[in-house]
């Protein structure tokens, strides 16, 4: 089956750390960009990094820069997201997302459409 599933969400207090994983069944995630989203309650689902099919370029949406990370790691075909200094208002599901990479130039991006593939979503809660 192809699919991406993310894992690694959970409870967490104000000012802690989560790092989520995102993996790939049935393709080559490394043929990928990929990137990570948040959908807040009542709110629409929002870009939050990305990163390049090699991993050179990644891309941080205002919010969370200097506080997330996202990286590929090779040997486990996976990408994560690192998350520090988590805030009560980033609860939410996040989401990886991949899709096929221009093999030209090295470039993600933040917007939610166009995407090949969606996991179902980790929920991170972000409460004392």
């Known amino acids: 089956q192809v699919q991406l599933v993310e894992s690694g969400g959970g409870l967490v207090q104000p000012g802690g750390s989560l790092r989520l994983s995102c993996r790939a069944d049935?393709?080559?995630?490394?043929?990928?960009?990929v990137g990570w989203f948040r959908q807040a309650p009542g709110k629409e689902r929002e870009g939050l990094a990305c990163?390049?099919?090699?991993?050179?370029?990644?891309n941080y949406t205002d919010s969370v820069k200097d506080r997330f990370t996202v990286s590929r790691d090779g040997a486990k075909m996976t990408v994560s997201l690192q998350m520090n200094s988590l805030k009560p208002e980033e609860t939410g599901t996040y989401y990886c997302?991949?899709?096929?990479?221009?093999?030209?130039?090295?470039?993600?991006?933040?917007?939610?459409?166009?995407?090949?593939?969606w996991g179902k979503g980790t929920q991170v809660t972000v409460s004392s």
């Open positions: 997302a991949a899709e096929i990479a221009n093999l030209s130039t090295e470039h993600c991006r933040l917007e939610n459409t166009g995407q090949d593939y």
């Open positions: 049935g393709f080559i995630l490394a043929r990928y960009v």
């Open positions: 990163i390049s099919r090699t991993g050179t370029f990644t």
